[in-house]
Nanobody
Framework: QVQLVESGGGLVQAGGSLRLSCAAS????????MGWYRQAPGKQREQVAV????????TYSDSVKGRFTISRANAKKTVYLQMNSLKPEDTGVYYC?????????WGQGTQVTVSS
């Protein structure tokens, strides 16, 4: 069973940066597209970025385009999310998972809090 473990969150001022990491177990990581998702308080979980299995293709939600960068290291079974120019509305719990359903079991996520 695949396990996904997110890390790297924290408290940052608006305009700051954070780099999130997601380590995956199992043998299928390198053939799966990967995504970062976030859930703000009182809102549904939304997809913010996706990267193809080989890392060549990426897509971003309009709300993070130009500020966030998704990348991956298949040899390390790890996907990253570099977040720059953070805004208070980026606050939430960030999760990684496959790029499309059916999803693996969700990890615990990592909390990102951006203060104004």
């Amino acid at each position: 069973q695949v396990q996904l473990v997110e890390s790297g969150g924290g408290l940052v001022q608006a305009g700051g940066s954070l780099r999130l990491s997601c380590a995956a177990s199992g043998s299928i990581f390198s053939i799966k597209s990967m995504g970062w998702y976030r859930q703000a308080p009182g809102k549904q979980r939304e997809q913010v970025a996706v990267i193809s299995s080989g890392g060549v293709s990426t897509t971003y939600s309009d709300s993070v385009k130009g500020r966030f960068t998704i990348s991956r290291a298949n040899a390390k079974k790890t996907v990253y999310l570099q977040m720059n120019s953070l805004k208070p509305e980026d606050t939430g719990v960030y999760y990684c998972n496959w790029g499309q359903p059916p999803f693996a079991s969700w990890g615990q996520g990592t909390q990102v809090t951006v203060s104004s």
